[in-house]
C-alpha cells in the first residue's frame, strides 16, 4: 500500500539543526511532490515547503526561507527536511504528505509525522 | 499569501444533526484548488475534500463540499460520533504554495 515512513523522534538545542526523512513505498516515487507541513502542540497546520523528487526542485514558504532545505534521494526513495538555527519555536510534530497534482494539488497521503523537540 | 479564515472556531453539534463549516480566503482561488482535512487527537491529517467538491476515496457522501472564488464550505449532514474533529481548509496558489486555514473543532454538545 500507499506509505510514507518518517525519522523517529529528535531532541535539539537551540541554534542546531535537524534532518527529517521520508521514505515512501507503494508507487513511484518521482511522480508525486513532496510537502512539509508542521504542527506544535494544540496549534493548526503550517505548510514549510515542497520538493519535486524528480527534478530536485523546491519552494518554500517565505518563513522558513534561508532555514529550510528539503532534498530527495531517488535511489533510496526518500526526501528529506532540515531546518537550521532551531529555536524553541520551531518544537512541532513535522509530517511529509504526498502531493496530487491531478487531484487539485491536495495532500492524500500523509506520514506518521516526527515529533522535534527544541531544548536548552 | 492568502490567508484562509475558518468560521466558527468552535461547533457544539450532536450526533445526527448538520455541521456548516465555513472557509473564506483573503483573495480569489483559482481553479477550485481548495481540500479539507479532517484530524482527530494524536493522529494525522486525512483528506475528505479536493477540488473544493470532490470527495477522496473511502469518504462518506455524508461529507459534502462546495463553493467557489472566495467562500468554501463543508458540510456534514447526519453527524456520526466519529466526525467529531478538527477541520482544515486548505489552498493552493503559484505563490507561495499551499496554505491552511487555523481550523474548525467540532465538538459534541
Known amino acids: 500500500q500507499v506509505q510514507l515512513v518518517q525519522s523517529g523522534a529528535e531532541v535539539k538545542k537551540p541554534g542546531a539543526s535537524v534532518k527529517v526523512s521520508c521514505k515512501a513505498s507503494g508507487y513511484t516515487f518521482i511522480n508525486y511532490e513532496i510537502n512539509w507541513v508542521r504542527q506544535a502542540a494544540g496549534q493548526g497546520l503550517e505548510w514549510m515547503g515542497w520538493v519535486n523528487p524528480k527534478s530536485g526542485n523546491t519552494g518554500y514558504a517565505q518563513k522558513f526561507k534561508g532555514r529550510v532545505s528539503m532534498t530527495r534521494d531517488t535511489t533510496v526513495e526518500t526526501a528529506y527536511m532540515e531546518l537550521s538555527n532551531l529555536s524553541l519555536e520551531d518544537t512541532a510534530v513535522y509530517y511529509c504528505a504526498r502531493v496530487v497534482r491531478s487531484n487539485s494539488y491536495s495532500m492524500d497521503v500523509w506520514g506518521q509525522g516526527t515529533t522535534v523537540t527544541v531544548s536548552s | 499569501e492568502n490567508v484562509l479564515t475558518q468560521s466558527p472556531g468552535t461547533l457544539l453539534l450532536s450526533p445526527g444533526e448538520s455541521a456548516t463549516l465555513s472557509c473564506r480566503a483573503s483573495?480569489?482561488?483559482?481553479?477550485?484548488?481548495v481540500a479539507w482535512y479532517q484530524q482527530k487527537a494524536g493522529h494525522t491529517p486525512r483528506l475528505l475534500i479536493y477540488?473544493?467538491?470532490t470527495r477522496a476515496t473511502g469518504i462518506p457522501d455524508r461529507f459534502r463540499g462546495s463553493g467557489s472564488g472566495t467562500d468554501f464550505t463543508l458540510t456534514i449532514v447526519r453527524l456520526e460520533p466519529e466526525d467529531f474533529a478538527v477541520y482544515y481548509c486548505q489552498q493552493y496558489g503559484s505563490s507561495p504554495g499551499w496554505t491552511f486555514g487555523q481550523g474548525t473543532k467540532l465538538e459534541i454538545e
Open positions: 483573495h480569489l482561488i483559482g481553479g477550485n484548488y
Open positions: 477540488g473544493a467538491s
